[in-house]
Nanobody
Framework: QLVESGGRLVETGVSLRLSCAASGDKICTFAMGWFRQAPGMERVFVGGISWNSRSTDYGDSGNGRFTITRDNTYGAVYRQMNSLKSADTAVYYC???????????????????WGQGTQVTVSS
């Protein structure tokens, strides 16, 4: 089970950290991804981290504004978002993919488990 938290209404330019807490199977055997979905839009990949933190991938998002980290001891994954823009407004989902490789997938269909999402709203 994955549970996201940390989403809220913020103003443009501030920072926000999202958390994803995993329970059940050991998170250390999963690659973790973050996706976001804006109203009326498809769910898109906005970053991921390999099971051992050796690899990260931010896709086309952020331009250096985002950082993903994980703590396998506590079963948590984090997404630090800086200099938020109105275009970052979306529901953010974390997802887990059974993988012990360093390759990070950006495909929704590759992920086995999903959280319920947390809403981030950036007001201008």
């Amino acid at each position: 089970q994955l549970v996201e938290s940390g989403g809220r209404l913020v103003e443009t330019g501030v920072s926000l950290r999202l958390s994803c807490a995993a329970s059940g199977d050991k998170i250390c055997t999963f690659a973790m991804g973050w996706f976001r979905q804006a109203p009326g839009m498809e769910r898109v990949f906005v970053g991921g981290i390999s099971w051992n933190s050796r690899s990260t991938d931010y896709g086309d998002s952020g331009n250096g504004r985002f950082t993903i980290t994980r703590d396998n001891t506590y079963g948590a994954v984090y997404r630090q978002m800086n200099s938020l823009k109105s275009a970052d407004t979306a529901v953010y989902y974390c997802a887990a993919r059974i993988s012990v490789s360093d390759t990070i997938s950006s495909l929704v269909s590759d992920y086995n488990y999903w959280g319920q999402g947390t809403q981030v709203t950036v007001s201008s």
